[in-house]
């Protein structure tokens, strides 16, 4: 069964503290791994397309890394700015699987 | 601004009245999704169309309809809805199946 599973399902970080949230998924015939940033009462954000293993994309303060089997999205110093429910989702073709998310609180 | 768009934000029906979400976009896009979210579940795919007159089901279609007769809009059709459809629907747009996507601002709906 094709699926993506994130981890933690919540994490609280202190400003300026690193730390990574995982993807990881069984999708059969991976054709892209997406990362979205989704803000309380709005519509996910696209954020990164990964396609092959060894993939990694930046934006900000924001690396998305791709394996064979999991994805990785770094926050490297983050400010309260960045709170935000983080998704991910893998497609084979034409259907999408999203994972339920990582709620990211950053504390000033 | 590219964007997409969704109508109506709220809605509030009873059990069997029929309904329709419209859902539009103005970037060209070929590739349209609905999805519903509901808590601990994430986003559920629910129909997905890859072109005019092109459409099929994603992981919860029961209890759904589309229609795709025109590339820019999508409509979400509900013929007897229940409670179990009450939900946040998003309505998403890209230029295919292996790039990101638009999404719109979601409606939420309550069956009662």
């Known amino acids: 069964e094709d699926q993506v599973t994130q981890s933690p399902e919540a994490l609280r970080l202190q400003e300026g503290e690193s730390s990574s949230l995982n993807c990881s998924y069984t999708?059969?015939?991976?054709?892209?791994l997406f990362w979205y940033r989704q803000d309380p009462g709005k519509g996910p954000e696209f954020l990164f397309t990964l396609y092959s293993a060894g993939e990694e994309k930046e934006k900000e303060r924001l690396k998305a890394t791709l394996t064979k089997k999991e994805s990785f999205l770094h926050i490297t110093a983050p400010k309260p700015e960045d709170s935000a429910t983080y998704l991910c989702?893998?497609?084979?073709?034409?259907?999408?699987?999203f994972g339920t998310g990582t709620s990211l609180t950053v504390i000033p | 601004e590219a964007q997409v768009t969704q109508n109506p934000r709220y809605l509030i029906t009873v059990t069997g009245k029929k309904l329709t979400v419209t859902c539009s976009q103005n970037?060209?896009?070929?590739?349209m999704s609905w999805y519903r979210q509901d808590p601990g579940l994430g986003l559920r795919q629910i129909y997905y169309?890859?072109?005019?007159?092109?459409?099929d089901k994603g992981d919860v279609p029961e209890g759904y309809k589309v229609s795709r007769k025109e590339k820019r809009n999508f409509p979400l059709i509900l013929e007897s809805p229940s409670p179990n459809q009450t939900s946040l629907y998003f309505c998403a747009s890209s230029f295919g199946a292996s790039y990101g996507y638009t999404f719109g601002s979601g409606t939420r709906l309550t069956v009662v």
């Open positions: 999708v059969s015939g991976l054709r892209g």
């Open positions: 970037m060209n896009h070929e590739y």
């Open positions: 989702a893998g497609t084979s073709g034409n259907q999408f699987y």
């Open positions: 169309s890859m072109n005019v007159e092109v459409t």
